[in-house]
């Protein structure tokens, strides 16, 4: 697929460029700031783009900036964004634009290649992808919240790894369990959050993320 | 010789201030009616001005010379009018006993009696220790009067204890806001520097070796240089938040560090007798690095020179550099600077004229 970079660090950006190459992507562009990037994205009309929260010319929020833009713009456009921390105001944003195909990754999750590919695979495809460390974190943020209290801790695993984008089958794997037990597993934690049972697992994911957030 | 000197001065001092102090009650005699008018008190401030040189004050501390009306001087110079006064007879006191003495001698010398008296070793014993006293009581008398002046000038003219006070507390507090400003956006540059340099070398690092985990056995090599230059930024990134070496090399060694590591050449020139305190040294320190940075990152130097000395309870720090000048002492490093040496009760300057040289200094009491 067509990716386009927008990141800083010259180092990291040849670095993803290289790895995308190997990987049998096209790179038509990669940029060093969210407005390159905008530009970039109209020229070229990209699958998906990858983007730097932090840059530059004052190293908050520039990127995701950029993302949101694209997003109005050209909905048809992925996004995969690289954060720094955990900032769940930003993730929540992403996702609070009644989207499908956005990815909320922290950036030392490049360095485990395996996971980064998957992930701009998965969001590529239209899915979602949410690094593990920030549903932990959103999740964890809620513990005291009812109604996630009533889940077990079973229950919460699936969530997690739900959230993360997962389909049953793979969260199956994941938990060496069987597919049907996962299910049952969903079934009960929807029924506990009173959500509507879908099929689309990236519907899934913004209905459990939007959850987290009200 | 030199007591006898200063005895001399003081003794001039004292006749000039009866002097003065005659002029100044017909001055305020005068212009009794006229109180009020502004000329009046500038007058009077000129006056209090004399008098304070007459008195070898530091003119820097008497705030009542510069603020205000004059008013103040106006009245202190009423006040120092019956001083000034007291000053006189004990002078005229002084003349009456040495004139006294002279004549008593003279008339002794010549074989005459004098006053009736005919020397005798008693009378001449009596006179001798009586005359002696009196001398001792009335030359502590002019220095009396002359402490006395001072004192009254210091308590009048100068600054209320009370808003000296006020005006200490509120110096403090601002630079203990700025102390913690000056923290705040040094741990920002911390943060920064890990997340722009390390961190990103860190990823690309195991990007690397993510990659050759896919099948590019090649790139191990490269991962392994990375590695290399991860370990050196770190090195760098951990000096940069606090040079060890400062504490176990001292200043010197340290400040060649920042000499070594600096892209345009500079010229350490250090001395000091003994190690000053650890606060003073950590200072001076940051004052040369920041210094140094600025001058090769945005003056276009190509050189820098190093000055490090004691001047009396202080250490001096001067950093020159023949750039393009024009840096802003409100910058954001300079300004954090001027708040670390401010927090040490030091001072600190910044002349950089559009064209060059820029000469920062600071001056870090040890003590």
């Known amino acids: 697929m067509r990716v386009i970079l927008a990141e800083d660090s010259t180092l990291l950006r040849e670095g993803l460029v290289r790895l995308l190459l190997e990987e049998g992507h096209e790179v038509p562009a990669a940029v060093s700031d969210g407005q390159a990037l905008v530009a970039a994205v109209d020229e070229h009309r990209p699958d998906i783009v990858v983007v730097d929260v932090r840059m530059p010319p004052t190293h908050t929020d520039e990127g995701l900036r950029a993302a949101l833009e694209i997003r109005r713009r050209r909905p048809e456009v992925k996004v995969l964004v690289l954060s720094q921390y955990v900032e769940k105001r930003y993730a929540t944003e992403l996702m609070s634009s009644d989207v499908e195909g956005v990815g909320y990754l922290l950036k030392d999750r490049v360095g485990q290649v395996g996971d980064f590919l998957d992930a701009l695979e998965r969001v590529a495809a239209g899915g979602a992808a949410f690094d593990p460390e920030v549903v932990r974190q959103l999740l964890a943020r809620t513990t005291q919240v009812d109604p996630l209290a009533k889940l077990t801790a079973r229950e919460r695993e699936v969530l997690e790894r739900m959230a993360q984008g997962l389909t049953n089958a793979s969260i199956a794997q994941e938990l060496h369990v069987s597919q049907s037990a996962v299910e049952k597993h969903v079934n009960s934690l929807f029924d506990k959050l009173n959500l509507s049972h879908t099929t689309g697992y990236s519907r899934r994911v913004l209905a459990v993320l939007h959850f987290l957030e009200s | ?367």
Request: hydrophobic letters at 45%.
């Open chain 2, 1 to 367: 010789m030199r007591a006898a000197v200063e005895g001399l001065r003081l003794g001039a001092a004292v006749v000039l201030g009866t002097v003065t102090a005659l002029a100044e009650l017909l001055f305020l005699l005068f212009t009794l009616p006229f109180l009020g008018n502004p000329n009046v008190w500038a007058t009077a401030r000129r006056l209090a001005r004399l008098e304070a040189r007459r008195l070898r004050l530091d003119l820097s501390e008497l705030d009542a010379l510069t603020e205000g009306r004059g008013k103040r001087a106006g009245g202190y110079l009423a006040t120092r009018v019956p001083v000034g006064i007291l000053g006189g007879l004990v002078l005229w006191l002084l003349w009456f006993g040495l004139s006294t003495g002279v004549r008593l001698a003279a008339a002794w010398g010549r074989g005459e009696p004098f006053d009736g008296m005919v020397p005798s070793v008693p009378l001449v014993t009596y006179l001798g220790v009586a005359g002696f006293l009196g001398l001792f009581l009335v030359l502590s008398g002019v220095a009396g009067v002359h402490a006395l002046e001072r004192r009254l000038a210091r308590r009048m003219l100068g600054p209320d204890p009370t808003q000296a006070l006020q005006r200490r507390i509120a110096e403090l507090a601002e630079s203990r806001a700025g102390i913690v400003a000056a923290v705040d956006s040094e741990r920002r540059r911390i943060e920064r520097d890990l997340h722009d340099g390390l961190q990103q070398r860190l990823v690309a690092l195991s990007m690397l070796i993510g990659r050759s985990l896919r099948g590019r056995t090649e790139l191990m090599h490269q991962a392994h240089q990375e590695a290399q230059q991860a370990l050196a930024e770190l090195r760098e990134v951990a000096w940069r938040v606090y040079p060890s070496g400062l504490d176990s090399l001292g200043l010197g060694e340290a400040l060649a560090g920042v000499a070594e590591r600096s892209s345009v050449p500079v010229k350490v020139d250090c001395r000091l007798e003994e190690r000053p305190p650890m606060a003073v040294e950590t200072a001076a320190y940051f004052v040369v690095c920041e210094a140094v940075t600025n001058a090769a990152k945005h003056a276009g130097a190509t050189l820098i020179t190093v000055e490090v000395h004691e001047e009396g309870p202080a250490v001096v720090v001067r950093v020159r550099d023949d750039g393009s000048g024009g840096a802003q002492a409100s910058g954001g490093g300079l300004s954090g600077l001027a708040r670390r040496v401010a927090a040490l009760d030091g001072r600190f300057e910044v002349t950089s004229p559009a064209g060059g040289p820029t000469t920062i200094t600071a001056v870090l009491p040890c003590g």
